[in-house]
């Protein structure tokens, strides 16, 4: 109660000033009434009866007090009373840009500090810093381009995978900046997108024709020189060894120079801008200055934040009644409105039931990790609603709303089993049961349908419940039907992934067990053996025993310390055998999550296929830097 009262205020409170002309007008009708009113003291009553009609003067004082009110209601509701902050959906302005890296050989050569490579990637960190909006995709390219993270508004996605970018990764040598272009606006394409901005950060292009062949008014292509005209040698030593450079084919060590002029005429014929990477942020603020069509468009993004809500359309309803009640057969409707007032602003919401539900795996616009399932969306939670309504009778709740409903209503406040238990519709049933991490029930529901969604669907409920082989099989059912279907393809890449170490591991478990069988027999051989040995020796001490029974007891003492000593020497080498063991277990069971690592895969996976169809064929005279 206090902190309604506190936080109590208006959003427009100027519009509280037209309640001065408000005033000023009760006053002079106040006024007027009183004198009309003064002629009862001159006019005997029977005759005032008979000269004014009651019955006109009442409903003109009625619709005058109905009018005054209302307005006053009126002025109240434009004024804006909140005292609440709700979330609200977010417009994100439409400013979609691809950065395509040069990570060629050449971007080793250290003639700016740190190194040409290191330059690039704080050069993407200051941009991806400087948009305040719009979403970002990363493009790597030598002699070949691979996509590093899709068209994505999380930049710290980005920002993680930067540091594992390097040209030793690449499988393709070369310098193919036409391949890296042809794939970004591939990933325009794929995010629905008609226009958005391409930078390409490079040490040098052979032609401008490389880039210009690619040119589009709605994909403005600007390009950042990243070097230095006098160039530098190119390293190609790894940490610790002793320096060496790349040489030609006839010996000499190559000398990588910028050359801006190709660079030049490239962004300018492909309707975007050319600077040469400099200290400040003067060289970014130019070339992400590059006019798109449409700047000043706007989409809506799934993000909300907290504004005060208006609370002004309450007195709509009070409002309604003194129009209503403003004639007397009004009366009777005015209370039927009250009666009838829906319970709408507690419990109506919206149902999307042609909308199908999806379940978060993983997606092409999340960062590849070897971490395990879960729905982690902050994009599918929406805010919770009021709980007014929550505590009313189930038979109440299903006076003003449907099963599915009561079940859209839960999910959204993060009951997922409430919201299964409510739920009619197969699909929507088997995302709640898939949030609530009821996997097989929720593959159950999903293979109600044979729609992309639903097979996407079971694809991941299999791979949460570790049956990766069935996983592909529907990741490769729905790129059957949707080739670009950009979340399949990288969950069906990190389940293979996971299958591959499951495979490892059963190989591993079971050397293991073969390895504990091994040792456990031979434990079993040496123990055989001390026994054997024990009996020998007791045989022999009671021979000796009756041969001389006068034997000193301190020899007997001896012997028996012996042989304790002898078990005490066994119990030592199998626990130091358990313990290599345990360590050799841990050793085998560790995961290592390198990013650069789980990109070096998928480059290389990547090409692989593109092997298989013959794209690197003619290319043997190209340069390798």
Known sequence: MLDWLENFHFLRPWWLAMALPLVFLIYVWVRRTRQRSAWSNTISPALLAVLLDENAVSAATRLRTALWSGTALALLALAGPTWEKLPQP??????????????????????????????????????????????????AYAGDAHAVVPITDDANTIENLLGALSPAMMPVLGSRPGAGLDLAQELFANAGLLEGKILLITDGITSANEVSDRRNPAFPISILGVGSESGDRIPINRPGESPRYLTDESGRQVIARLNPDPMIQ???????????????????????????????????????????????????????????????????????????????????DTFPASAAPSTPLLSANDPPTSQSFGPSSNRDQNPPAKEEFESWPQWWQDLWLRPDQQGYRALQQNKPGRAASAFQDRQWRGAANYRNGQFAESLEDFAQQDDDSA???????????????????????VLSRQPDHADAAFNK?????LLQQQQQSSQSDQQQQEQQQQQQQDSEQEDQQSQDQGSEEQEQSSEQEQESEAQPDQERESEQEREQQQVSETETEQAQRDEEQEALEQWLRRVPDDPGGLLRRKFQHETNQRLRQGDYQNRQDEQIW
């Open 455 to 477: 097979i996407y669907n079971q694809g991941n409920a299999l791979a949460q419940l570790g049956r990766y082989a069935d996983a592909i099989e529907q990741y490769d059912q």
């Open 493 to 497: 890449a990190l389940v293979e992934e």
């Open 90 to 139: 977010v417009a994100q302005k439409n400013d979609a840009l691809v950065i395509v890296l040069d990570l060629s050989l050449s971007m080793f050569a250290q003639d700016i500090a740190p190194s040409r490579l290191l330059k690039a990637r704080q050069k993407i960190v200051d941009t991806l810093r400087l948009r305040d909006e719009g979403s970002t995709g990363l493009v």
């Open 266 to 348: 490239a962004a300018q014929r492909s309707y975007g801008r050319y600077s040469s990477v400099s200290i400040g942020d003067s060289d970014l603020n130019t070339l992400l200055g590059a006019s798109l069509p449409s700047e000043d468009e706007s989409i809506e993004v799934e993000r909300e934040f907290d504004i005060w809500a208006d609370m002004g359309f309450w007195l709509c309803l009070p409002l309604g009644v003194l129009m209503l009640a403003s004639f007397r057969r009004g009366l009777f409707a005015a209370t039927l409105l009250c009666l009838s007032v829906p319970l709408d602003t507690w419990a109506n």
